[in-house]
């Protein structure tokens, strides 16, 4: 549902596939901002990492925007609102592009799993990559290898929203997806 970008280092716009899956049946899967996204062949575009992406050396970076047509992935926000009422969710409706960050930076993001190792305390430090959903998991690597995209600097946690109350720190909790939690990292691609 949601990407706090920290600090980033290049933010490039890239149009977004439409086309037909590769496997044949539907439309790519929608991307959330926070999702990974994947440089399709020949100049069709970026679409979120999925089972059709292959070899995860295929990621280019995180999705900015989201490109939908049932809710809202805004941080902090309810799933019924949109910015733009005409573009119906799609933040990419007016120009066919997303926002993708790339080269590194600093992020939080509640679009990540738990599934497998938990992405706790202990964890922090820990390589992560991008599983088949488009979303950050544990590398069990040791040493960053092909498939490392970011590297966990603060465990699965609420995030402050910057509204006062009394939530945490002061702060009301931003909410989203996966419980309302967040992990922060840094991307290493």
Same mark, same amino acid.
């Given at each position: 549902? &949601?990407l706090v970008e920290k600090y980033h280092v290049v933010a490039a716009m890239y149009p977004v596939d439409n086309t037909?899956?590769?496997?044949? #049946?539907? &439309?790519p899967a929608d991307i959330k901002e926070g999702q990974w996204v994947f440089l399709g062949t020949g100049v069709l #575009?970026?679409?979120?990492?999925?089972?059709? &992406? @292959? =070899?995860?050396? /295929?990621? %280019?970076?995180?999705? @900015?925007?989201? /490109?939908?047509?049932?809710?809202?992935?805004?941080? #902090?926000? /309810?799933?019924?609102?949109?910015?733009?009422?005409?573009?119906?969710?799609?933040?990419?409706?007016?120009?066919?592009k997303i926002t993708v960050y790339y080269g590194g930076g600093e992020f939080a993001t509640d679009q990540f799993t738990? =599934? *497998?190792?938990?992405?706790?305390? =202990?964890?922090? @430090?820990?390589?992560?990559?991008?599983?088949?959903?488009?979303?950050?998991?544990?590398?069990?690597?040791?040493?960053?290898?092909?498939?490392?995209?970011?590297? %966990?600097?603060?465990?699965? @946690?609420?995030?402050?929203?910057?509204?006062? #109350?009394?939530?945490?720190?002061? +702060?009301?909790? %931003? *909410?989203? +997806?996966?419980?309302?939690?967040?992990?922060?990292?840094?991307?290493?691609?």
């Amino acid at each position: 549902m &949601a990407l706090v970008e920290k600090y980033h280092v290049v933010a490039a716009m890239y149009p977004v596939d439409n086309t037909t899956s590769v496997s044949g #049946g539907s &439309a790519p899967a929608d991307i959330k901002e926070g999702q990974w996204v994947f440089l399709g062949t020949g100049v069709l #575009g970026v679409r979120r990492v999925d089972a059709t &992406a @292959g =070899a995860v050396t /295929k990621v %280019l970076g995180v999705a @900015g925007d989201t /490109k939908s047509s049932t809710a809202s992935s805004m941080p #902090g926000v /309810k799933t019924g609102w949109q910015n733009r009422v005409s573009d119906g969710f799609n933040e990419t409706k007016a120009s066919a592009k997303i926002t993708v960050y790339y080269g590194g930076g600093e992020f939080a993001t509640d679009q990540f799993t738990n =599934a *497998g190792t938990a992405l706790n305390a =202990a964890a922090v @430090g820990s390589y992560l990559k991008v599983n088949t959903d488009g979303v950050l998991a544990f590398d069990h690597a040791t040493v960053k290898s092909t498939s490392t995209v970011a590297m %966990l600097t603060r465990a699965a @946690g609420v995030y402050p929203s910057g509204v006062p #109350g009394t939530d945490i720190n002061g +702060d009301m909790a %931003l *909410g989203g +997806d996966n419980a309302n939690t967040y992990i922060e990292f840094k991307m290493l691609i």
